[in-house]
Structure formats: C-alpha cells, structure tokens
C-alpha cells in the first residue's frame, strides 16, 4: 500500500537527485516534438513516490496528490516560481460550505508539495529540491488566515456574486480565473506564492 507517508519517505530519498537523468529509467522523456514535455516531472515524481499508472490513488481513502512546484534563484535563495493551482471552485458549493468542511480544505489536506529547481523552459535540468506535506499541525496561525481567507472570499461570492471573485482577495489563497481565452467565467482556489514558500521552507 502506498501511503501519504510511505510516498513521502520514497521521494525523500531522492532530494537532491536530478529528475530529468532518471527519468528515461521509467521510460518518461523530458523532451517531446523538440519541446519540453510538460508533464514528465510530475509522471517521474509519481514513479519515485511508487505509484504506477494505474495507483495514483492511494486505497481506503488515504488519497494524496502530488504537486510539481518550481522554484527558482533569486539573489541566490530559491523562490517559487509561480502560484499552485489547488482545485476549482462550485459557486453553490462554495456559498454552501463552510471552510474545514469545503473540497478546498480536503485538497489542501491532500497535497504532496515537491519543490523542484527551474532553469530555463529549455534546461530539463530539474533537481528534485525538497518534499512536504500540507501540514498546519504546528502553526495554527497559518491555517486561521488561510480559513480567514476562504471566509472572505466566500463572504463576498454570497453579497457580490461569483463573478466578482478575483485574484487580490486572500492573503494566502486567491480565487481567480482558470481556463484560456479572454473573458474565462471559471475559478479556483490557488495558493500564493507565499504560501508555497511558507511550506516548503527551503532555505539552503
């Protein structure tokens, strides 16, 4: 059985290991038609942790989700390079719902965040940084802002309506747009940038 736990402690053993050397172990190419495949971090990350193609789910409910999240040189400190994408957001769910019993807060919960290093769209060149779970145990602080946070943008879907969600609500968590195209009506939550720094804590 492959765990959260167990998951954690296979990609540990890997921190400091560059992905895209073992990747093609696992028949995974960096590469695609001359451009970077998007996806081969997270299919290599998957295998380490000891999922196959057909377990990404761990049994009797203990799911997890892994998340590729890159972080790049900044003055020499590593900082995320973008915001994380968590889950989408149901209007009449999201009025409906409170915090800890929301999917946003059951897909926090869920999250194996693995920071890897990004150099460049093509430099495949990706060393597997750091793995953490999403686990406020210990700052109970954090988690009453990130619920603050859902609340206010709950609030003001339920008093402005769900098109008035955007992305400069949340200090922790935002709801902005998902999808392509000008004009896109469809949200998610995603998690700041401070908030990834927040959990992974990479200072090395």
């Known amino acids: 059985m492959v765990t959260r ?12 290991t560059d992905l895209s050397e073992i990747a093609p172990d696992y ?20 295998r380490l942790a000891g999922l196959s193609n057909s377990n990404k789910q761990a049994p009797n409910g203990l799911g997890f989700e892994l998340k590729s999240t890159s972080f790049r040189l900044v003055n020499d400190v590593w900082k995320p390079k973008e915001t994380c994408a968590i889950t989408m957001i149901n209007p009449m769910s999201l009025t409906g719902t409170s915090f800890f019993e929301s999917h ?11 920071a890897v290093s990004w150099n460049g769209s093509q430099n495949c060149s990706s060393v597997l940084l750091e ?8 700052d109970s602080t954090l988690l ?13 879907c339920i008093t402005s309506g769900f098109n008035s969600l955007t992305g ?14 000008h004009g896109s009506t469809s949200r998610a939550f995603y998690a700041r940038k401070q908030l990834i720094e927040e959990i992974i804590n990479l200072h090395i």
């Open 5 to 16: 736990i167990v998951a954690i402690n296979n990609l540990r053993r890997f921190i400091g």
């Open 27 to 46: 028949g995974i190419s960096p590469f695609s038609n001359g451009k970077q495949n998007k996806g081969w971090k997270g299919l290599t990350l998957e």
């Open 104 to 114: 946003c807060w059951e897909k926090m919960k869920s999250l194996i965040f693995c």
């Open 131 to 138: 793995v953490q779970s999403f686990d406020f145990l210990e």
């Open 144 to 156: 009453a802002e990130i619920k603050e946070d859902y609340d206010t943008i709950r609030n003001k």
């Open 168 to 181: 400069k609500d949340g200090k922790w968590i935002q709801a902005r747009t998902k999808g392509s195209g």
